[in-house]
């Protein structure tokens, strides 16, 4: 894959840009078998409603969270 970047727009923006490796399409299905095979779910620490999403935050930066922080509408 390749594109064009204009590096000035760039850099006068401060941008900074990275990459990730997250595996190939293969392992991707893999994991998901997996997930299924052995009936994993996430643990979920806490529900907030939409409301709640000011304490949610403050709850995740707070790092106090064992599992999923989760928002219901």
Do not use: Q
Not at 6 to 14: P, Q, W, Y
Not at 16 to 28: H, K, P
Not at 32 to 55: C, Q, T, W, Y
Request: hydrophobic residues 50%; aromatic residues 6%; glycine residues 6%.
């Amino acid at each position: 894959m390749s594109a064009e970047v204009d590096l000035v727009a760039l850099m006068g923006k401060s941008v900074r840009i990275e990459a990730i490796d997250v595996g190939s399409r293969e392992m991707f299905e893999a994991m998901n078998k997996a997930i299924e095979v052995h009936a994993m779910r996430p643990v979920v620490d806490r529900v907030f409603g939409f409301s709640e999403l000011r304490e949610a935050l403050n709850y995740l930066r707070e790092a106090r969270h064992f599992g999923k922080i989760c928002l219901r509408a």
